[in-house]
């Protein structure tokens, strides 16, 4: 009697998204963090521009949503740290902010933000639509 075993590997790929979540407000990181999960990304968190800056040097999200307004390290700082750097100006960021005046949506832009979010003007559910047309 004759028995053959056949071992077979078996990998699963996780096809979710990777979103780096810089907010230092607890409040919103827990509700974007959250819609985010809920739509189906993997959200990892900073809450200051230092941290995110330490974040990226072990994981590689496919996009930065980056407040500006932070202690320590402020997100136009990250901004131009990460588009200053081979290995993580790739990486799209979305500002997302309570600054609205017409200056520091320029200097995020020409920094090289994909976007710029008001935070006061948008709901969770449209920062997700946002998210999703940009990795498209």
Same mark, same amino acid.
């Given at each position: 009697?004759?028995?053959?075993?056949?071992?077979?590997?078996?990998?699963?790929?996780?096809?979710?998204?990777?979103?780096?979540?810089?907010?230092?407000?607890?409040?919103?990181?827990?509700?974007?963090?959250?819609?985010?999960?809920?739509?189906?990304?993997?959200?990892?968190?900073?809450?200051?521009?230092?941290?995110c800056m330490?974040?990226?040097?072990?994981?590689?999200?496919?996009?930065?949503?980056?407040?500006?307004?932070?202690?320590?390290?402020?997100?136009?700082?990250?901004?131009?740290?990460?588009?200053?750097?081979? @290995? &993580?100006?790739?990486?799209?960021? /979305?500002?997302?902010? %309570?600054?609205?005046?017409? =200056?520091? #949506? +320029?200097?995020?832009? @020409? &920094?090289?933000?994909?976007?710029? /979010?008001?935070?006061? %003007?948008?709901?969770?559910? =449209?920062? #997700? +639509?946002?998210?999703?047309?940009?990795?498209?």
């Amino acid at each position: 009697m004759y028995i053959n075993i056949i071992f077979v590997k078996i990998t699963f790929v996780d096809n979710k998204r990777k979103i780096l979540l810089v907010e230092d407000d607890v409040f919103m990181l827990e509700l974007l963090s959250d819609k985010l999960r809920k739509s189906g990304f993997e959200v990892s968190v900073a809450v200051d521009g230092e941290e995110c800056m330490k974040v990226l040097q072990s994981i590689r999200p496919d996009l930065v949503l980056l407040d500006i307004v932070m202690p320590k390290v402020d997100g136009l700082d990250v901004l131009r740290r990460m588009k200053g750097s081979p @290995d &993580l100006s790739g990486i799209p960021v /979305i500002v997302l902010s %309570n600054l609205g005046q017409k =200056e520091e #949506v +320029e200097r995020a832009m @020409d &920094l090289g933000a994909k976007d710029y /979010i008001i935070k006061a %003007n948008f709901t969770a559910g =449209e920062i #997700v +639509e946002k998210l999703n047309k940009i990795l498209k």
